[in-house]
């Protein structure tokens, strides 16, 4: 028998200078929803984003997770 491949558990490191981001404004504006909704998401784990900055930090959204989401939207209708 071939031996098959183990899922790795762990997620391949992430190059924030290839990521597409957007700011939760922007994110809350394409899912039609508020930014306090787009910011519960990021913390419960349904989208993904970053904190970058000093003392006044900004918060990224992945756009490739926000597409995600549309797309469990558009076929759920959820």
């Known amino acids: 028998m071939g031996k098959h491949p183990t899922p790795s558990t ?3 490191p992430l190059d924030l200078r290839a990521e597409r ?3 939760v404004k922007d994110a ?3 899912l039609n929803k508020s ?3 787009v910011r519960m998401w990021l913390r ?3 989208l993904k984003g970053w904190q970058v900055g000093g003392t006044y930090r900004t918060v990224l959204v992945s756009e ?3 597409e995600e989401v549309l797309m469990q939207t558009k076929r759920f209708g959820a």
């Open 10 to 12: 762990s997620e391949s």
């Open 21 to 23: 981001t957007l700011t």
């Open 28 to 30: 809350a504006f394409r």
């Open 35 to 37: 930014e306090a909704a």
């Open 44 to 46: 419960r784990g349904r």
């Open 64 to 66: 490739k997770s926000v």
